[in-house]
């Protein structure tokens, strides 16, 4: 059995170290106490926490260099002491929450007081990129904090009405010039707002039971509301330091620094839901600013509008992402709703700045050939676009291809549907009934849509295929099909002018590198052209030609 006299000298012991600032030694003492005294050593490492490490005559060192620290130290140990019931009114989780909100505070009280004294020395401070408009008055501020912290540790063992006057409250006035603090140490604070919550939540249930089962539970629950809602304002304060920060940022064209407050925000934290749609909207305006055309200033955009994404879904708020996205589809709607009004034509917005940037290459570079970045910027549109319209992507390039069609602009349809290469004989077919009664155009649509594009259509197929193969599609058959019925109408009516068949160009038999040649067209009637394609559609080639050419 340990005597009196052993667990008196290690208690002497053990406070010799916690005065000295040593904790690891104050730990192995309390360890070899408790196999005497577990009681004693138990009350000694509570008090510590309770009185939130400050106890008058502690030398701190750079192992343990504040009371918040000390007392830190000693909640991580506490549950190895106390393995059973909850401490006073609380658990180990919450006194551990309070605690590091303790410590958290203590940081910032610490670095503003450093800046402090080296600004007494120079002058020239805020021009070094250190925090401007920090005065005393902030760590007066940020000590009454900490003071609001000590207080509720200590209100888990005390509920003396009296102690809740000791410490002036916290108003939310008080908190607005701290405003630059919080931006400075953001990471600090943030961690801080997350200990907030997890206090709150886990206090709710525990200041109820506090009402109904002391004397004086109106008072202490009364207090307990004070010191949630100081709480919950260093919550909303900091998280309208960062809306007001990003909002300047984004009205200075400051993306990369709006950004930077984006993963700091979070909706639970007491600011109202409007503010954050106001602030971010203005930002998402900014980034989704739209050129003409697509080059490398709209793949700009897009890649901002990437990098604020991922910063939010750093901020494990999945409500602030899905806001961001809507209000990207509100402008984005906004956008193709001016267009809409501006723009007779009717083509989608993605599509015509396509065709605007395909014209400027075209212009700059002797092949035409659109760069990587435009394609995709395009894409990306065209598929923002198809979501926000609810139509699918491909109904939109058909559908915009046979529009300009039937304005007779076949050069244009035909760069709209550039990028769909598969979709070009579907195209081809459906234009051929827009286009009715206008034999040449028909003739300039097949060759623009499928006889100058057949061979590299097909080896496109065989690609997806994996192997070449011998069959043809019903849209393919088709195609070919229309060109034999245009170079037997085309025959046909020659032969009926008088003239003699000699063309070196039949439609069937064109391919990429010729052009279509026309020469001929003056040796025959374009009505009897017409007329027999007419009559492809209903009766065999072989039936057409009996009746019509003479024998």
């Given at each position: ?38 009681e004693l050593a138990l ?200 809306l007001d920060a990003l ?58 509008m990437v990098s604020m ?243």
């Amino acid at each position: 059995m340990a005597t009196e006299k052993e667990i008196a000298l290690l208690s002497r012991v053990a406070a010799n170290h916690l005065f000295l600032g040593q904790f690891e030694a104050l730990r192995a003492s309390l360890l070899s106490l408790r196999k005497r005294s577990p009681e004693l050593a138990l009350a000694i490492l509570r008090t510590i926490v309770h009185e939130g490490g400050r106890i008058n005559g502690v030398l701190f060192s750079s192992t343990c260099n504040s009371p918040s620290h000390l007392a830190w130290l000693s909640a991580l140990e506490l549950p190895r002491f106390d393995s059973g019931s909850p401490i006073g009114s609380s658990d180990h989780e919450i006194l551990r929450l309070k605690v590091e909100f303790l410590l958290l505070i203590q940081v910032v009280v610490s670095r503003v007081s450093e800046l402090l004294k080296r600004r007494t020395g120079d002058g020239d401070l805020d021009d070094k990129g250190e925090i401007a408009g920090v005065d005393e008055n902030c760590v007066k501020i940020l000590n009454r904090i900490l003071d609001l912290g000590a207080r509720r540790l200590k209100s888990d063992i005390e509920q003396d009405s009296g102690l809740f006057d000791e410490v002036s409250p916290v108003s939310k006035d008080d908190l607005k010039p701290l405003w630059k603090i919080f931006l400075e140490y953001a990471d600090i604070f943030d961690a801080l707002c997350g200990n907030i919550h997890r206090q709150i939540q886990l206090s709710e249930p525990l200041v109820s039971e506090l009402a109904v089962g002391t004397k004086s539970g109106e008072e202490g629950s009364s207090s307990s509301q004070k010191d949630t809602d100081a709480l919950a304002a260093i919550q909303r304060n900091v998280q309208l330091s960062h809306l007001d920060a990003l909002s300047q940022c984004a009205k200075a064209d400051d993306f990369e620094g709006a950004f930077s407050h984006l993963r700091f925000l979070h909706l639970d934290y007491g600011v109202e839901e409007t503010e954050y749609r106001f602030s971010l909207r203005e930002l998402v305006i900014k980034v989704w600013r739209q050129n003409s055309y697509y080059g490398e200033t709209q793949l700009t955009s897009c890649n901002r509008m990437v990098s604020m994404y991922v910063e939010m879904l750093s901020s494990s708020c999945i409500r602030l992402v899905q806001m961001i996205q809507l209000l990207q589809d509100e402008a984005l709607s906004e956008e193709i709703e001016q267009h809409r009004i501006s723009d007779a034509s009717l083509i989608p917005l993605p599509l015509k700045k396509f065709l605007q940037t395909l014209a400027g290459e075209k212009v700059a570079n002797a092949d035409g050939n659109i760069s990587t970045v435009a394609i995709r910027s395009f894409m990306r549109d065209l598929y923002h676009y198809a979501r926000n319209s609810k139509t699918h992507v491909l109904k939109l390039i058909v559908d915009t291809s046979l529009s300009a069609i039937s304005r007779e602009q076949l050069e244009e349809a035909n760069d709209i549907v550039s990028l769909f290469p598969l979709l070009q004989p579907l195209v081809a077919v459906l234009g051929w009934d827009v286009l009715s009664g206008k034999t040449a155009l028909r003739r300039k649509l097949m060759w623009l849509f499928w006889t100058s594009k057949s061979q590299a259509l097909r080896s496109e197929e065989y690609s997806h295929h994996g192997k070449q193969t011998e069959e043809t599609s019903c849209v393919e058959y088709l195609c070919d099909l229309l060109c034999f019925h245009l170079d037997l109408a085309r025959y046909v009516a020659i032969v009926n002018s008088g003239q003699s068949w000699d063309s070196k160009n039949p439609l069937c038999l064109s391919h990429k590198e010729q052009v279509i040649d026309d020469s001929d067209a003056a040796l025959y009637d374009p009505f009897v052209e017409n007329l027999i394609l007419n009559s492809l559609a209903i009766q065999t080639p072989m039936r057409v030609l009996f009746d019509v050419v003479p024998g």
